[in-house]
C-alpha cells in the first residue's frame, strides 16, 4: 500500500480549517499533516513538515493567497489546491492563481451549498495534485503570434483539457491570431469559474473568447468555452453551431471532452481534435472517433503536462497523430488548421 497523501491546510477561518479537514480525513489515502491560520504559519510548516500538497485560502492575513502562492512557485515549487469564495471576485482571482501554478480549485460552502456538496472533489482533486507535475510559469515558453496566417474558412478546431488545462489553454489560445479557426473548447472546471476563464482568455488573445451559447455560429476568428457543470457542448448543422445539451455525465463528466469530439467527428469537412493534460481517460475515445472521421488529431506530451492522464490514453489507443510539447501546440494546430489545405506539415 502506498503512503497517504500528505496535506497541509492554510486558511484563517478555524471553522473552514475544520471542515476541509475533516473532509479530507474522510479518505484512507489522505492524512493531514498540519494546519496554518496564514501564510506566516504556512510557510513555517512547510519548511518544517514538508507536505505534498498544500490546499490555500485567498483571503488571508498578513498575507493574501495569492502573493503566497507566488512565492510558493518561485521559491519551492509543490502542489497546491485553491479553496475560493464562489463569487464573481473569488473566481477572477481563482483564474489568476490556476494561470500562476496552481493545480486545481475546488469553492467554498456557500449559501445553499453545505460542506459535503461543496468539497465533494476535493479528496480526489487533492490526490490528482500530489501526482501532478509543477512548474514555475518561468518554465513555460510563451508562443509568439502568427500575423502571417491564413485560415480555411470552414475548418473546426476542438480542444478538451482538464487538470492543468487553464495554463495549457492560455498558452495556445495567447498565441492565436484574430483570423484563428473556428474553436470550441471543454474544460473540465465548475459553473461558478468558466465566465471568468473565458474572459481571461478573451483578454490574453488577439481572437474573440466566450462561453458558448445554445446556438450561436461557429465562426473564424471566435472561440467557444463550454460553461461549466451544466451542459455538454456539442456542434451540429450544415451551417455548424454550439448546441448545449442537458443529459448525465459522460466519462464523469458535464461538459464532458467526448461528447465535444464525437458531435465534431459526425460533421463532414475538415476537422483537428487536440486533447490536453487532464486526470482520467475523457476525450480520448472521442478524439479516436475524430481520427478515424479524418481529423489530424494532436495531444500534450507527457514531460509538459500537469497531469499526463487524457492524453496518454489518447494516446495509447491511436488517438493522436502527434505529441507535442504546449509551446509548440498553437503553432501546429494553426498549421493543420491553415488555408488552401489542413496537410499542412508539422515540424517534428
Do not use: W
Not at 484563517?12 to 480549517?17: E, F, G, K, L, V
Amino acid at each position: 500500500m502506498s503512503s497517504p497523501v500528505r496535506v497541509l491546510v492554510v486558511d484563517d477561518s478555524p471553522t473552514m480549517r475544520g471542515l476541509i479537514t475533516a473532509a479530507l480525513r474522510r479518505d484512507p489515502e489522505i492524512e493531514v499533516i498540519g494546519t496554518a491560520a496564514d501564510p506566516l504559519e504556512a510557510r513555517a510548516l512547510i519548511k518544517e513538515l514538508n507536505p505534498d500538497v498544500i490546499t490555500l485560502d485567498i483571503e488571508m492575513p498578513n498575507m493574501n493567497g495569492l502573493e503566497f502562492l507566488e512565492k510558493i512557485m518561485r521559491l519551492r515549487p509543490m502542489p497546491v489546491v485553491m479553496v475560493s469564495t464562489l463569487t464573481q471576485a473569488g473566481a477572477e482571482i481563482t483564474i489568476e492563481a490556476l494561470e500562476m501554478g496552481a493545480v486545481d480549485a475546488v469553492g467554498k460552502p456557500g449559501a445553499g451549498v453545505t460542506a459535503t456538496e461543496a468539497f465533494a472533489e476535493l479528496t480526489l482533486k487533492v490526490k490528482t495534485a500530489a501526482r501532478s507535475r509543477v512548474r514555475t510559469r518561468e518554465a513555460v515558453e510563451a508562443p509568439r503570434l502568427r500575423t502571417d496566417y491564413r485560415p480555411a474558412a470552414d475548418h473546426i478546431l476542438a480542444i478538451g483539457a482538464s487538470t492543468g488545462g487553464v495554463e495549457a489553454l492560455l498558452t495556445i489560445i495567447s498565441a492565436f491570431p484574430a483570423n484563428c479557426p473556428a474553436t470550441v473548447i471543454t474544460q473540465h472546471m465548475p459553473a461558478t469559474f468558466t465566465p471568468s476563464f473565458a474572459a481571461r482568455l478573451n483578454k490574453m488573445s488577439a481572437a474573440t473568447v466566450s462561453e458558448a451559447t445554445d446556438g450561436a455560429p461557429l465562426m473564424p476568428g471566435h472561440v467557444y468555452l463550454a460553461p461549466g457543470g451544466v451542459a455538454h457542448l456539442e456542434v451540429f448543422g450544415t451551417t455548424p453551431r454550439c448546441r448545449l445539451s442537458q443529459g448525465d455525465t459522460v466519462s464523469g463528466h458535464r461538459p464532458s471532452v467526448d461528447v465535444l469530439f464525437r458531435s465534431v467527428a459526425r460533421m463532414r469537412r475538415p476537422m483537428t481534435g487536440v486533447i490536453l493534460t487532464g486526470m482520467g481517460r475523457d476525450g480520448a475515445q472521442g478524439l479516436l472517433e475524430m481520427r478515424n472521421a479524418g481529423a489530424h488529431t494532436l495531444g500534450q506530451d507527457e514531460a509538459s503536462s500537469v497531469v499526463y492522464g487524457m492524453p496518454r490514453v489518447a494516446h495509447e489507443i491511436g488517438a493522436v497523430e502527434r505529441q507535442l510539447p504546449l509551446p509548440r501546440l498553437s503553432s501546429a494546430i494553426l498549421d493543420l488548421c491553415a488555408a488552401p489545405s489542413r496537410d499542412a506539415h508539422v515540424a517534428a
